[in-house]
């Protein structure tokens, strides 16, 4: 990446940078793009998509209806103010 395409990207951040900076920033971004470049090499057409590295499989519990029907009246129980069956919650602003 060229050093005017960096002074841009940090203008549109509105990220300040003096000359040092600049050459650290200009440093960093150059490794990170070296970096991808190798890793751009390696053949991943074979690899099954993951959505964590270390997981085999996606945690999903099943969506299953609570079946105690006198839940929610011991929840209201609980509550502090009821207005119609529904919590109140006091304004916080």
Same mark, same amino acid.
Request: aromatic share 2%.
């Given at each position: 990446?060229? /050093?005017?395409?960096?002074k841009i990207t940090a203008e549109l951040a509105? $990220?300040?940078?003096?000359?040092?900076?600049?050459a650290a920033f200009e440093r960093? $971004?150059? !490794?990170?793009?070296?970096?991808?470049?190798?890793?751009?090499?390696f053949d991943v057409s074979d690899l099954? *998509?993951?959505t964590h590295a270390r997981s085999e499989e996606n /945690?999903?519990?099943?969506?299953? *209806?609570? /079946?105690d029907p006198e839940l929610s009246?011991?929840?209201l129980e609980? !509550?502090?103010?009821?207005e119609d069956r529904l919590i109140s919650?006091?304004? $916080?602003l």
């Open positions: 990446m060229h /050093r005017d395409e960096l509105l $990220v300040e940078l003096d000359e040092e900076r600049l960093s $971004v150059t !490794a990170l793009l070296d970096h991808f470049a190798v890793m751009s090499t099954p *998509a993951t /945690r999903l519990r099943p969506d299953e *209806a609570v /079946r009246d011991r929840i609980q !509550a502090p103010d009821l919650i006091p304004n $916080v």
